[in-house]
């Protein structure tokens, strides 16, 4: 009798544990995660050489892969938060620049700026810098091989040579 109480119990504590496991309501493995981590680049002055600098930001999950990609670019334009500024973290990114658009298309992802992105630049530093932040930004993404920057919804490539 003792023994069969035993066999009663322990069945019973495996059909909780197989219940909890299979059928919690709370649990939902095949939801896509709300928010992902991605990197932005900002610019960090070396003794020697400009150098962009990766920093996590979340942004809101997304299945189109565009949308990821305008996401990361805007967290781009926000520029640094004041605990990165205070690492001597920087956007060579001028003051102004907004992002009208991004388009994907086999691999090349053209991202479409306002003119304020390449007014009155000049060195190949900036330049090099401000390319950079948005290539690499642009590229973590496994769908992106190539970037192409354009001005005005594509009214002409953007001007980044020195």
Excluded: C
């Excluded at 649990?27 to 709300?34: I, K, L």
């Excluded at 962009?52 to 942004?59: A, D, L, M, P, S």
């Amino acid at each position: 009798m003792k023994q069969s109480f035993y066999w009663v119990v322990g069945l019973l504590i495996i059909a909780v544990v197989v219940w909890w496991t299979f059928f919690n309501p709370n649990q939902t493995p095949d939801e896509p995660a709300t928010y992902r981590e991605v990197l932005v680049y900002f610019t960090q002055d070396d003794p020697t050489q400009v150098v962009t600098t990766g920093v996590t930001r979340e942004i809101k999950n997304s299945d189109n892969e565009g949308m990821l990609l305008q996401r990361a670019i805007s967290e781009l334009l926000a520029g640094p938060t004041e605990a990165e500024s205070a690492l001597g973290l920087y956007t060579s990114i001028n003051s102004g620049t907004e992002l009208n658009h991004v388009k994907l298309s086999q691999g090349i992802a053209t991202i479409d700026f306002n003119e304020q992105f390449d007014f009155q630049l000049g060195g190949s530093a900036l330049v090099t810098a401000i390319r950079e932040q948005v290539e690499k930004t642009a590229m973590q993404f496994s769908f992106v091989d190539q970037v192409l920057l354009t001005v005005n919804n594509g009214a002409r490539d953007a001007v980044l040579e020195p």
